[in-house]
């Protein structure tokens, strides 16, 4: 199995078809523990499964509170940071302006890069 993994969503693939595998059912626990919130998608030419939240409510009271209580590791912990950051500019209604556009498209830029010290 091969997992990949990217704040908003969640991955899997595995040799098998998704419907068949653990990957599926791991997807489906996942979903289940975020209070059912998000939806799995199955691309069977790939043979993977993902997980995706994408109601900006479910990632605000959800998704990120989880995450700042449970913290993540390494880089991704940087790339966390960032991801709240455009987060907390979309629920100010900033990703509707030019500038605040322009800000998130900045933010972008830096993740999976890491923060600058």
Same mark, same amino acid.
């Given at each position: 199995m091969n997992y990949t993994k990217?704040?908003?969503?969640?991955?899997? %693939?595995?040799?098998h078809h998704p419907e068949e595998g653990a990957d599926l059912l791991l997807l489906k626990r996942i979903?289940?523990?975020?209070?059912g919130i998000g939806t799995i998608t199955l691309?069977?030419?790939?043979?993977?499964?993902?997980? %995706?939240?994408?109601?900006?409510?479910d990632i605000?009271?959800?998704?990120?509170?989880?995450?700042m209580q449970y913290p993540?590791?390494?880089q991704k912990r940087a790339d966390f940071e960032?991801?709240?950051a455009v987060i907390e500019l979309m629920n100010k209604g900033e990703h509707?302006?030019?500038?605040?556009? %322009?800000?998130?498209?900045?933010? %972008?830029?830096?993740?999976?890069n890491g923060l600058s010290q």
């Open positions: 990217k704040i908003g969503a969640c991955a899997a %693939r595995d040799d979903q289940e523990f975020f209070n691309n069977n030419n790939k043979n993977s499964a993902v997980f %995706r939240v994408l109601k900006l409510k605000t009271n959800i998704i990120i509170p989880h995450f993540l590791l390494t960032l991801f709240k509707l302006t030019k500038d605040g556009f %322009r800000k998130i498209l900045a933010i %972008r830029a830096s993740m999976n």
